[in-house]
């Protein structure tokens, strides 16, 4: 299985900024993915991101908003903009090592408060 | 839409006594049915995965089942470090490994 971590592991921002995320994974994964898990709600998925293409976004979620980069096939960045306390939330990355084997390996979460 | 139903949201046991927890489902053509762990600060983690009903997986303590519109986690005599929040997620065909996550149910075992 793969092992995933994630920088930082909690954050405390300020209404207005942004904070980017980023994601490892020891080895290579074709997709990857970030979900938000709201406090007492389950993973909702923000994104899907490939290697070399733009990353496709759930509806509710903009790139303006959530932009994603996937430089290569171990490492991805979500940055959350200009933020505001809705945005407080758990961020996870997940990989999926090949697709159609149906394991997504799950990171240990970003958690992150605006104030 | 594909949604996840999960129920209890919340269960209570004592070490040795069996339960099953229920995950209803609504997708439009099952590709996958997912259930995670996930304990309070971490990450999911992977259980299983089944495919078509019928289908049954088996992981030391648990036992998931599948039929056309539902799955069962059977918890046999569990023990506290069972203790965490159990995530069911589909995955429906042609949607490229999305996953549609419910609610979770929130499991603890008490001596």
């Known amino acids: 299985s793969a092992v995933i971590s994630q920088k930082p592991s909690r954050d405390i921002c300020q209404r207005g900024t942004s904070l980017t995320i980023q994601c490892q994974v020891d080895?290579?994964?074709?997709?990857m993915f970030w979900y938000r898990q709201q406090p007492g709600q389950s993973l909702t998925l923000i994104a899907t991101a490939n290697q070399g293409s733009e990353a496709t976004y759930e509806s509710g979620f903009v790139i303006d908003k959530f932009p994603i980069s996937r430089p290569n096939l171990t490492f991805s960045t979500l940055t959350v903009s200009n933020m505001s306390p809705e945005d407080s939330s758990i961020y996870l990355c997940?990989?999926?090592?090949?697709?159609?084997?149906?394991?997504?390996?799950f990171g240990p979460g970003t958690r992150l408060t605006v104030l | 839409e594909d949604q996840v139903t999960q129920s209890p949201e919340a269960l209570r046991l004592q070490e040795g006594e069996s339960s099953s927890l229920n995950c209803s489902y609504t997708?439009?053509?099952?590709?996958?049915l997912f259930w995670y762990r996930q304990d309070p600060g971490k990450g999911p983690e992977f259980l299983f995965t089944?495919?078509?009903a019928g289908e049954e997986k088996e992981k030391e303590r648990l036992k998931a089942t599948l039929t056309k519109k539902e799955s069962f986690l059977h918890i046999t005599a569990p023990k506290p470090e069972d203790s965490a929040t159990y995530l069911c997620a589909v995955q429906a065909s042609g949607t490229a490994s999305k996953l549609t996550f419910g609610t979770g149910t929130r499991l603890q075992v008490t001596l």
């Open positions: 997708v439009s053509g099952l590709r996958g």
């Open positions: 997940s990989g999926d090592l090949t697709p159609g084997v149906n394991e997504q390996f």
């Open positions: 080895s290579q994964v074709t997709m």
């Open positions: 089944l495919y078509s």
